[in-house]
């Protein structure tokens, strides 16, 4: 006999303590993105959240394995969109590393000031797009202004506004344009200028301060257990910053310049502290570099490769301190033009796994907010 399974649905007084599945996604406006949550409720108060992902996968991994070493920035710029620059960095250093190439100095300090305009540019967007998300629609406007302002030098370098593909095997595709250094520098005295604009508007603002101080607490433990990098986990005091523990580029003569920002609340009103106060010292990290570039003797920018570009049998791990937190490149190759497997770790994919811990006991009201607060890029997640 086949067996047989009730439901019973319970009215009256019985429904207040029935549990509701609702899907939040994957095209909802709550979300950043295709990403979908499947949420357990309790009234209004979530029980368990499982954040669904894959839907924007594009195989990228397995595409590294059929493409070159040159051709595989194209495809390394794109999973974090908003991060393009940082994550051809990785890339490049990885194979460099393999080769034992050493890289023109000019190259090192222009990839370190380019890193962190990307840093600001790539910050400004969750400064605008946050508070947006819980009702004030007048910061998007600035971010986006002061977007514009440091996408134009950008664009003015690498000839994109987003995928710069700037980045090369052994240096930089070109060396800067004349007169750029003084337009750059206009453009950062600029931007700082108006960045108290943020403080006034936003971290001034009750109501904002009210939606997001002591929601969403992400404890040291549960962030150091997913893996959460960057801004979010240093917001819960995770002190970790690669730029300063383990340097790579220019850092390690930066050291006086950087200032890694942590936060011992870890709720979402941190994370956004964190994420401003990250975006003041990258805008004096690029100051810095443009100093030093001043000073700097003309010189070549890239290494001379073959025209069919190998790297050597064996395997080599680099990772970058990129805006939204820790992303790595495990290269393994058996010594052809193409790697033989090419792993990413990113920042995002294990940032809003957390989601698993934040969300459980807070309300319903509350989630768009902490949702927001991870500061995440869905291509990152599905890579």
């Excluded at 790697?339 to 957390?354: T, V």
Aim: glycine share 10%.
């Amino acid at each position: 006999m086949t067996p047989t399974t009730e439901t019973m649905v319970g009215i009256g007084g019985a429904a207040e303590s029935t549990d509701m599945v609702l899907n939040i996604g994957p095209q909802h406006p709550s979300t950043h993105g295709v990403l979908r949550l499947k949420l357990v409720l309790d009234g209004e108060r979530i029980q368990r959240a499982e954040p669904v992902i894959g839907y924007m996968h594009r195989g990228a991994e397995k595409l590294f394995e059929a493409r070159d070493y040159r051709q595989i920035i194209m495809l390394a710029n794109r999973h974090d969109w908003l991060s393009a620059f940082s994550n051809e960095l990785g890339v490049v250093l990885a194979v460099e590393r393999m080769l034992g190439m050493e890289v023109p100095v000019r190259a090192v300090w222009t990839r370190t000031l380019l890193a962190e305009l990307n840093r600001v540019l790539n910050h400004l967007m969750f400064l605008g797009s946050y508070p947006l998300e819980l009702g004030g629609i007048t910061p998007v406007f600035y971010a986006f202004r002061e977007r514009e302002v440091l996408q134009n030098v950008m664009e003015e370098v690498s000839g994109g506004r987003m995928h710069y593909m700037f980045n090369r095997v052994g240096g930089l595709k070109e060396d800067l344009p004349a007169g750029w250094a003084s337009r750059a520098r206009a453009a950062v005295a600029g931007v700082r200028s108006r960045m108290d604009r943020f403080d006034d508007l936003v971290l001034g603002n009750e109501i904002f301060r009210g939606r997001t101080r002591g929601v969403g607490t992400l404890a040291p433990d549960t962030a150091q257990a997913y893996g959460v990098s960057g801004p979010i986990a240093r917001a819960s005091g995770v002190d970790l910053d690669l730029r300063r523990d383990e340097p790579y580029l220019a850092y390690g003569d930066l050291q006086d310049v950087l200032r890694v920002v942590t936060r011992t609340e870890g709720d979402c009103l941190a994370r956004f502290e964190c994420l401003l106060d990250q975006t003041h010292n990258a805008l004096d990290l690029a100051d810095a570099c443009l100093d030093r570039l001043a000073d700097l003797p003309p010189g070549p920018v890239n290494q001379r490769l073959p025209k069919v570009l190998k790297a050597p049998e064996g395997h080599t791990y680099a990772w970058t301190e990129n805006p939204l937190g820790i992303n790595g490149y495990y290269l393994v190759s058996k010594g052809e033009k193409t790697p033989y497997r090419l792993k990413l770790r990113s920042a995002s994919y294990n940032n809003i796994q957390a989601l698993t811990e934040l969300l459980p006991g807070t309300l319903v009201a509350d989630m768009v907010a902490i949702l927001g607060s991870m500061f995440f890029v869905v291509g990152d997640i599905d890579k």
